[in-house]
Every structure is written in C-alpha cells, then in structure tokens.
C-alpha cells in the first residue's frame, strides 16, 4: 500500500497498487482554489501515477491524473474559476475493481483498467438509488469539447463529459505580452505548457439543464454581455472601397434612416499579398487619411471593425506555420500580434474580425504530450486576450466583460462561448433555412449565443425577393449582420424603393429589440440560455417542438422564417456519380455547358484566363472552393468573376484563385498553384447517362485530366465546350433560384408549429390556440409569420436613429395579456436594464384575476394586472455602481387587447390612471410595423391601450401595479 504523508488525515485501502487519502484542512488552506470542504477529495494511486478525484458540488466531479509537475489547482486556458466549495465523501469502499466514493448526492466508482495506466480507468457516476447516471469507460480518451444534448435529450439524468485538454496555463494577461519579463516559461511567453495531465469533468444535470449550464459557465468562463450597439445593424462588404466611397455609404445609411450601427471594412483596408499582409499598415492608396476615417466614423456614433486573416511570424508561401509552443507563444509572435491589432485601435478601430476561413490564419496549438488546440480556438482566444486587455488599461467605452470580437463558428472547444459572436462563413443565399438551424443548434449545443449568418448569405445574386426574406430572419436573430462577397452589392437602396423601405421598417423593428435582446445577453451570461431557443426547450415532449425551421425569441415570440427559394420537385432517381460542379452528358445550346475565356486568349495558350459561364445571372467564374490546394478540391463557379491580378503586381496565392491556364495537350492548370483540373472517377468508360466530378489535384498527366475545349455558339453567343470523356463541363455551382421577370416564382408559404397556448399574429391579430400546426399561404413581402404568445412581455424602446442612440430612460414594457375567460393565468419575466457598467433587474409579474374575487367562472370580465418589481442590483464594478437611487426611467405601456374584448378603465394603487386606446383598424390592414412606436395606432385588428407613466427614480415607492379591467365585447 502507497502511502501519501504530510497531509491531515489519511484513509487507506488494502488494495494491490491502490492508496487512498482523503485530503484534509492543512493541504486546502496551503493551495489556493482547492475546494473549503476537508473531506471532499481523495487520492488514488494507479501503478505509481496518482489520481485525485474531486466532489467539487453536488453536480459537479472532478477526476484528475497528478501532472508532471503535481496537481492543478490553478486557472488553466480552460478551467478559468477553482473556487467550487466541494461536498463531502461521506463513505469510501472498495470495490471488485476499484473504489466507490459515497456522497449525499451521488456514488462515484473509480475502476481501474490495466493496473499501470491511468488512461485506462474508468469511472461511473450513479444516483443514491443506484441509477447509472454515466459510463465512461476510459478517462484517456475523453476529448476537450463540450456538446450538449438536444434540448429533448437533455433531462435530469444528463452527465457531460469534458476533458480539460490540451491543459495548460496562462500568464495573467493571456495571450500579451508579459508587463514583467517573467522568471519561468520565458521562451514561451508566461505560459506553463509542462504540466499537462488527464484531467476530466463530469456534469451532472440532476438539478436541471439551466443548472448544468450555470456551473458550466462558472467552471469555464462567462458568455461576453455585448454592449447594446451590438444588437443594432452590422453592414460587410467584401469591396475594395476607398475612403470617398465608405464614407459616402456611411452617410447614405443615415440619410437615408436605415439605422445602421456598424460599419466594417474587409481585406482591402491594408495592403495585399505577402509580405506586406502580415502587417498592420493600411492602404494609404484607398485610405489617405485612416485616423480621419475612424473619426468619421465615431462623430456619427457608429462602430467600425476590420478583417484580418492574421499570418504568423513564421508563415510560408502556402499560407501555413509551425504549431509547436515554443513558435506560437514565442515573445516575439505574441509581441507582434499585441502591437498589430492594438496599433488600430489606438486609432480608433473598435473591434476585429478574426477571419479563419482562408488559407492565413492563426495556427493550432499544439502541447507537449497533450494535444492540440485548433487553429479557429486559440486565434479567436489570442484577439479577445488583446482586446480585453487594451480595453481594461484604455478605459475604452467596452468594458473587459463586453469584449467580443467577430471569429467562426462551429468550434466544440468548451472555450469558444468566453469570445463572442460567430458566423458561419461563406455561405450562398440558398441556405436560409440551414442557418436558421444552425443558430438554433449552436445555442443549446456548444452554449455559444451569438452563431450567425452573413444575412442574404455571402454568395449568389439577390432580387428583392430573396433579399427581403434573408433581413426579415436576421431581424429575428441574434445578430443582423449584412455581408456579400465582391460581386454582388447588397446595399439596401440598390434594390429600389420598396426593398428600401421595407428594410428600414424591419431594421426599425430590430433596435426596438435592443432592450430586450440585450437583457436577453445579460441572462445568457450568467446560464447561457440562448437568445433563441427551439420550442422543446419549454415543450420537450412534443415531437412538432423539434424542428429547426423556427424558434422562440427570447421565450414570448414565434419566428417563423420563410425561405424563398421554392421547394424541390418530388425526388426522382439520382445519375450515379457524384453531384455538384460536374462533367454531364452534352446537352448542344445549353448555356450551363459554355464557357468563355479572358478577351484575347484561345485553349492552348496557356495565358492567364478567366473562365467564365455563358449561363447569364446563374452564371460566375470558375475559382477552387476555400482557396484549398488539396487533392480532391472542388471547384466552385457561384462567386461571382474577380479581375485578374495585374502584371507586375506581387499577388498572395488566394488573389490568384480565378486564374487558369488552357494547355495545348488539354491540361487545364491553376496559376495558383500549378495543380489540374480532372475529372473523377480517373479511369474506366463512363456510361451513357452519367455524371463524374469535376476537381482539381496535382498534376499527374493521366487521361482524366486532359479536356477537349470545342467552339459553342448560341443565340449568337459564343463559347466553349470543356468536355472530358464524351461529358461535358456543366455549371451546377450557379444560384438554383432563378425567375422570369414576367412570372416571378417564389415560395410565400409554409408550415408553422403553433405550441401550447394562445399566440397573436404579429401582424395580423389573429389569436390562434396551440398545439396545433397551421398552413401560412402567400405571405406578402412585407410581413412573415410572427407570433406573440399570450401573457407574454416583450420591452423595447423608445424610436430611435439606431441602437447607439437609444434613449434608456424610456422603456415601452409591450403587453400581450390573456383573455378575460383565462382566469388564474399568470406568468414572471425577469428583465435586465444597465446604466452605465451597472445593470438592474426587474420581476415584472402578470396575472389574470376575477374582478373582486368572487364572480362566477362564466362571468365576462376580469382584471389583468401587470408589476413592474423594485430594481434589484444585478452587477457592478468593483467600487462603482453609482447612486441607485438617484436613477430615472420612465415606463410606458403598451397593451395589446386580445380581438373581440376591451378595457373599461385602468386604476393604479386604486385609483383611477389616465390611459389612450388606440382602436383597430377596420376597413384595411394597417401599416405599421409591430413594435416600433409608441404613440401609434396598431398593426392588426385588435385594440392597443397605453399607459405613461412619470420618469420614476429607483428609490421610488416600488411596486409599480396597473390593474385593466378587460371584458368580452
């Protein structure tokens, strides 16, 4: 039996390779951060490797493999807060094949494997009635990624597994450079990478998901609460604007009043190509004057943020670099990053965007004995690290807790929330429906919030059509993010005057959002309920609640987004072959099937050439998908045609992606990289009918790379064929949505699933009761399915240019309150409101109640009553927070009356309130757009009530109460 001395109490087990210490009271008080319990760790010995294993809450385990350098009890890159209580290990026995450790709450049994590897041990947590909560059979080989169950899997009896790895420690100021040179870990920048070990949490959700994720978030780091302006509109275009031009756009978007936010500049703002990429020095050919640009900027009270796709120090013609630690963290690497990124900032820029999506980025991380930490991770981590630091010490208008940065989605590293927002790369305007359920899905599943698209998709032209349905979800999501490659212009005036003006009222609709979404983050960070929610998150039984075309926005509205693009036709047998950007059966004047080259060049030059599709607005130039030089990468022709590079100039490899070189033996290259297009399969006859992929890969000098460039011509257009092996080329990347002027074809329609409950057509008025799914038809361009759910709350605020300007001391609590016949229906919001770096909570209660108390069920009256609760302090900064008392707000409410009922007065600690009714409208629908007024008549056929109320300091007399006495007309 090993025996551990030194420590307070000691028990032991008579067990071949085993020891077992209960740590006591002397150990805890000599090592910050272990838990305060004395008894709520224990030690194992496993051949002559220790394994401690900790009861850090009644739903949180810690099992942990001594490190090379002894346990870690300090802050790790993934463990950011030690400072969990712990439950006591009430009982200690072994067991056939290990130990079982007993608490109040749980039994964990360690068991052990093969006797000499601590990988091999496995461990099983069950409930005190025996109940097998999780099974994991070797502790080795849990990885570091946090994915939670789909909200209908995700019951009491949930255990999540994670690894803290690779583990390693950070300096205080993570990834910048150290104030004080330090005296260890110098080559590696204060970062302790030696002590990697096993090391496995274990989750239990016996109290509930939002449990589950509250001590998430405390073990590993909180959700940034982004500042309000965040909420507003965002405007990306990937154009090479100068300076004239943006700040024209700029002042359009405000002339115009279509409450822009956020204004962003891409690649362009620096110069291209390496070397002079890899520095942070802008275009003074397209921006003369940058600091005047940012001042610009700031005086209209917009934000502005810019791409990079950082290139380490030690990046290569490719695009790639060294992921060792020694390189990564080296001073020099984290010097340059800190001086790059801050040296815009210091100018005036905002924020950044980390862009990962192209052949430079950060590289992985990589551990010694440990593992990696990927590339999309560790950079999203290195920009935050910066920006947070240069905001802490600038006292800059982002706070440390606001800090986000614009980085990709789709990581499962259980860092990736602590970061802020996300989008989902370049995706084409086809994908609607997909990133509405990958919004959804990010939410409940990696607890990362704030995942969303380029609004109208990246790639593929839009009509007003198209156009409008991508805004009106975006308006619903959690960021309105607007952005398109170089060749389509999304600038909302560009599509004329309805898409205009439909634009502005949605985008109006958005920063009358703002106070809620941003009370909406202020919860996120604390449980990480996301902002938008799929419906078995409330009805988890309902097998409808499980779809992922529509979501519950902050919990009391229905979004129900409707994609454009018509549905497919009935599936009918596929060609075998693979699909997509593919060589078919020649089809003589089909326009996908001709291409064009760059004025002057024929096959055979092999100059420098586009290659352009005949096929009109479907058409594009051919360029290589993710500017990926790999064998098998797919070619894609939906971007759009950029120019050539010119000659002379030092273009880096992805400017080259587009330019093609037509061979006299029928090779077709990439100048980019010198690979060949070819056609898989690479050998055997096709057969009549099908279809091979076209690719490209190193050149190999087979058959399947060699084309046939023949003369097309039709309608008096002329071209070439590219066919291979009696195929043709054909262009199958082009946008799938495609009209006639003369007969528009469009979807208008769709299925929505109305759950449990009354909910009020935003719209409309119409009240539908629930469950139930509803068939919506022909949706008109200006509306969409949205649905309030009855005894619901949704606060906004007053009108206002944009969310940066918004008046917070004016709110409009909106009200959508049962029916009279809905007696004891009742229902609790918590609202958050900051001012300043403070922010309050508000308990706003509503309830339906008999009028005296005492009337019969069937009587038609009742009285609706609505509270505001006391503001309660919810956080401040260390010795700030201000006067609590001596803040003002004013509330205004707004009532939306339920159809075919009506208010007969309104009393306020029982006496009579003066109120305005705004009646429906009756003859046509109205057209205001909901939520955006107050003041304003109603944008259905039920009547709206409001209620103003006095500028109120937060040491008034608390409650405020209203009392409407509501009855069937």
């Known amino acids: 039996m090993d025996v551990i001395r030194g420590r307070s109490k000691m028990v032991s087990v008579s067990m071949k390779q085993w020891a077992i210490v209960v740590l006591g009271l002397s150990l805890v008080t000599a090592v910050v951060g272990l838990p305060v319990c004395p008894e709520c760790q224990a030690v194992i010995t496993v051949g002559g490797t220790e394994i401690r294993v900790q009861m850090l809450s009644p739903t949180l385990v810690r099992v942990e493999e001594r490190g090379p350098h002894g346990w870690e009890d300090r802050p790790t890159f993934t463990v950011q807060n030690r400072s969990f209580p712990g439950i006591p290990i009430e009982n200690t026995a072994p067991t056939p094949t290990g130990t079982s450790f007993r608490t109040a709450y749980f039994v964990v049994d360690v068991n052990v494997g093969r006797a000499d590897d601590t990988a091999a041990v496995s461990v099983v947590i069950a409930a005190i009635n025996g109940t097998v909560l999780s099974e994991t059979p070797a502790i080795g080989t849990v990885d570091g990624s946090f994915i939670a169950p789909e909200p209908v899997k995700f019951t009491n009896d949930t255990v999540i597994v994670m690894a803290d790895a690779p583990r390693f420690v950070p300096p205080a100021g993570g990834a910048t450079p150290p104030a004080v040179p330090p005296t260890k870990h110098g080559a590696t920048s204060g970062f302790d990478v030696d002590n990697h070990a096993i090391d496995v949490y274990f989750f239990l959700a016996t109290r509930g998901p939002t449990a ?57 703002w620096r110069n291209l ?67 790059g990124l801050t040296s815009l900032m210091e100018r ?76 989902t790369g370049d995706i084409y305007n086809t994908a609607l429906l997909d990133s509405v359920a990958t919004m959804i899905q990010s939410g409940y599943e990696t607890l990362t919030p704030y995942v969303h698209p380029d609004c109208t998709g990246h790639h593929g032209a839009d009509d007003a059509e198209v156009y409008l349905r991508w805004i009106q979800f975006c308006a619903w999501g959690n960021i309105m993010r607007v952005h398109s490659d170089p060749y389509n212009d999304r600038r909302p005036w560009m599509l004329g005057e309805f898409v205009e003006s439909t634009f502005r009222q949605l985008v109006k609709t958005r920063i009358a959002l703002v106070p809620q979404l941003a009370s909406a983050a202020q919860q996120a960070s604390v449980d990480a309920t996301p902002l938008v929610q799929r419906l078995d998150a409330e009805w988890p039984s309902l097998t409808e609640a499980t779809r992922m075309d529509q979501f519950l926005f902050v919990v009391d509205t229905l979004v129900a987004p409707i994609d454009p693009f018509p549905p497919p036709p009935p599936p009918s047998p596929a060609p075998p072959g693979p699909r997509g950007f593919d060589a078919q059966p020649c089809v003589p004047g089909k326009a996908s099937q001709r291409w064009l080259l760059s004025p002057g060049v024929s096959p055979g030059d092999a100059a420098s050439t586009v290659i352009r599709s005949a096929a009109g607005a479907t058409g594009g130039c051919w360029e290589i998908t993710g500017c990926s030089s790999a064998a098998g990468a797919a070619i894609g022709c939906g971007y759009g045609c950029k120019p050539l590079p010119k000659p002379g100039s030092a273009p880096g490899k992805c400017d080259l992606n587009g330019a093609w070189a037509v061979h006299s033996n029928g090779t077709i290259t990439s100048v980019m990289d010198g690979h060949c297009v070819e056609a898989q399969p690479s050998a055997g006859a096709v057969p009549e009918g099908s279809r091979m992929a076209v690719v490209v890969g190193p050149c190999t000098g087979r058959a399947n790379q060699q084309f046939k460039m023949t003369p097309s011509k039709s309608n008096g257009s002329s071209g070439y064929t590219v066919q291979q092996n009696g195929l043709c080329v054909d262009n199958e990347y082009g946008p799938t949505h495609q009209t006639d002027a003369a007969s528009p074809v469009y979807n208008r329609s769709r299925s929505v699933f109305i759950p449990p409950g009354k909910w009020t057509h935003g719209y409309t008025g119409e009240t539908i009761t629930g469950p139930t799914t509803i068939q919506v038809t022909n949706v008109s361009l200006d509306q969409m399915p949205l649905f309030h759910r009855r005894g619901g709350i949704v606060v906004t605020a007053w009108p206002s240019r944009n969310a940066a300007t918004l008046d917070w001391s004016r709110l409009v609590v909106q009200w959508w309150p049962g029916s009279a016949l809905s007696v004891g229906e009742g229902s609790l919001r918590t ?59 004013a509330w205004h409410l707004r009532v939306h009356v339920p159809v075919s009922e009506s208010v007969s007065s309104v009393t306020s600690s029982g006496s009579a309130y003066p109120h305005r009714i705004h009646p429906q409208w009756r003859d046509s629908p109205a057209q205001n757009t909901p939520l955006t007024g107050f003041g304003v008549g109603p944008s259905s056929i039920s009547d709206v009530l409001e209620i103003t109320v006095a500028p109120r300091r937060n040491g008034s007399t608390w409650p405020l109460s209203f009392s409407l006495s509501l009855c069937r007309t």
């Open 348 to 423: 005036g820029l905002d924020f950044w965007w980390y862009d990962c999506h192209w052949a430079w980025f950060e590289p992985s991380l990589a551990i010694p004995n440990g593992g990696s930490v990927d590339g999309v991770t560790w950079g999203t981590a290195v920009f935050h690290d910066i920006m947070a630091r240069y905001n802490t010490e600038k006292n800059t208008t982002i706070s440390a807790a606001q800090t986000f940065s614009l980085g990709c989605s789709g990581g499962t590293h259980p860092t990736s929330h602590r970061h802020g927002t996300h989008w």
């Open 212 to 268: 589950l994720r509250t001590e998430f978030l405390q073990l590993t780091g909180t959700i940034p609460t982004l500042p309000a302006w965040a909420f507003g509109l965002w405007f990306c275009w990937y154009h090479p604007y100068n300076q004239t031009a943006k700040e024209a756009e700029i002042q359009r978007f405000i002339d115009d009043d279509l409450g822009l936010d956020v204004a962003s500049l891409d690649r362009d």
């Open 273 to 339: 190509g390496l070397p002079q990429e890899a520095l942070y020095a802008e275009n003074t050919t397209l921006f003369p004057d940058l600091d005047g640009f940012f001042d610009f900027v700031h005086q209209r009270q917009l934000r502005v943020f810019f791409n990079d796709h950082p290139k380490p120090l030690d990046v290569n013609s490719t695009g790639s670099g060294s992921s060792v630690a020694e390189v990564v963290l080296s001073p020099a690497e984290v010097e340059m990053r800190w001086q």
């Open 831 to 889: 609202f958050f409101v900051a001012d300043g770096d403070t922010t309050w909570r508000h308990d706003l209660r509503m309830v339906v109640q008999r009028q005296g108390g005492g009337l019969h069920s069937d009587d038609r009256c009742a009285d609706l009553v609505l509270e505001i609760g006391r503001p309660q302090l919810h956080f401040a900064p260390v010795g700030g927070g201000g006067d609590p008392v001596a803040i003002e707000r």
